[in-house]
C-alpha cells in the first residue's frame, strides 16, 4: 500500500507551481500538504488527474489558462460525460479571472 501512496505523490510531482495554486483557489486542495488528497475532494483529485494525463500527453505544456479550460469544458460537452465536475472547472476560471485581473496573486 505504502508504494501505491508513493506512486500517487510522485505522480503529483508533474504539477507546477501554478497548478498547485489554482488547484488550492479552485477547490482548496493545498498539494503540498495533503501530497496524497486524502482531505481533497474528488472534483479536485479528477482536476488533478485532468491536468496530469494532458500534461502527460503533451496536451497542456504551459499553464493552465482560460483557453485550456475552455476547451476541456467544450469536451466534456461533446462527449456527455463529466470528467471534472463543472462547479471545479467554474471556479478555475473564476481564480484565473480573479488572478488577472490583480485580486489574487
Known amino acids: 500500500?505504502?508504494?501505491?501512496?508513493?506512486?500517487k505523490a510522485d505522480a503529483?510531482?508533474?504539477?507546477?507551481?501554478g497548478d498547485k495554486k489554482l488547484l488550492n483557489g479552485?477547490?482548496?486542495?493545498?498539494?503540498?500538504?495533503d501530497p496524497y488528497g486524502e482531505v481533497a475532494s474528488e472534483g479536485a483529485r479528477r482536476f488533478a488527474g485532468q491536468i496530469m494525463s494532458d500534461r502527460a500527453?503533451?496536451?497542456?505544456?504551459g499553464e493552465v489558462d482560460t483557453t485550456?479550460?475552455?476547451d476541456l469544458m467544450q469536451q466534456q460537452a461533446r462527449l456527455g460525460e463529466e470528467l471534472v465536475p463543472a462547479s471545479v472547472l467554474s471556479k478555475a476560471m473564476a481564480f484565473l479571472?480573479?488572478?488577472?485581473?490583480g485580486i489574487y496573486g
Open 97 to 101: 479571472e480573479q488572478r488577472r485581473t
Open 26 to 33: 479552485s477547490t482548496a486542495w493545498d498539494v503540498d500538504s
Open 57 to 61: 500527453v503533451g496536451k497542456l505544456s
Open 68 to 70: 485550456y479550460l475552455s
Open 1 to 7: 500500500m505504502a508504494n501505491g501512496a508513493n506512486q
Open 12 to 17: 503529483l510531482s508533474s504539477l507546477t507551481s
